[in-house]
């Protein structure tokens, strides 16, 4: 088993006022070459963005783009005539292919919008833009593993261009549970704490921290605390 662990404080910071980020690998300023990605997964952005804010129309291309809200309505336009707001609860998922502008606002009038913005090398390049988000009930990640994301368009969750699957759950203190890999010879698992303390295969982690395993089959799960874990399980090679 190999590990590799991103303590909270260590990740990237940006403050440009209205928007405050912080970068758990290398992103616009925040360069650091040990940080540049974990497998195909490239981009964890940990977002704020504060009321009637929010980023402008920007391009994408040729990346596979998840949104995950984590408090307040975040309201997204583009190209292709999507005009939808994502709110806790609900998963974004956008290929941008061949090429897509886009913008992101919080739509809210009073307070901040929090989400996750992730990125994920595709397996496959200049396919066709695409566009959706669907809305979980939460509940049914309560103390077991909720799947958010696989490659298929016919399983749970979105399904996104690379062999990744993503799960969310949330634990009582001192539950236990098992995540047993899709594809443990080629994939591995980055865990991102989102609330409490966790020991995952012996590892301690606290809010925000976010852990990689690889070269292993299953990892072990023991919530310290009332917890929240976001676990995305990609190919280690690009």
């Known amino acids: 088993m190999n590990t590799v662990l991103h303590k909270a404080d260590t990740r990237g910071n940006a403050d440009h006022g209205w928007l405050k980020s912080r970068h758990t690998f290398s992103f616009a300023n925040y360069h650091n070459p040990e940080r540049m990605n ?10 704020q963005v504060s009321e009637n804010q929010g980023f402008g129309t920007h391009p994408h291309r040729d990346m596979e783009i998840v949104s995950i809200p984590l408090e307040g309505d975040l309201k997204h336009k583009d190209n292709m005539g999507n005009e939808t707001v994502i709110k806790q609860g609900d998963i974004q998922v956008m290929s941008a292919g061949t090429g897509v502008m886009h913008s992101e606002y919080n739509n809210n009038p009073d307070k901040a919008v929090k989400f996750l913005q992730i990125w ?15 809305t979980l009930d ?5 103390n077991k593993l909720q799947q ?13 261009h690379q062999n990744a699957w993503f799960n969310m759950t949330n634990l009582d203190q001192g539950k236990e549970i098992t995540y047993n890999f899709n594809d443990s010879e080629n994939n591995g698992v980055y865990a991102f ?9 012996g590892q301690k982690l606290n809010l925000r921290d976010g852990f ?20 995305m399980e990609v190919p280690m090679s690009l």
Do not use: C, H, M
């Open 120 to 134: 994920v090398i595709p397996n496959k390049q200049n396919v066709q833009p695409r566009y959706d988000q669907i």
């Open 212 to 231: 990689g395993v690889w070269d292993t089959d299953k990892l072990d799960i023991k919530a310290d605390s009332d917890t929240e874990i976001l676990l």
């Open 193 to 201: 704490v989102l609330k409490g303390d966790v020991t995952i295969n």
């Open 138 to 142: 939460t509940e049914d990640r309560k």
């Open 148 to 160: 958010i994301l696989s490659p298929n368009a016919d399983d749970a969750g979105v399904w996104i």
């Open 38 to 47: 974990f497998g195909v997964l490239r981009v964890l952005n940990d977002d």
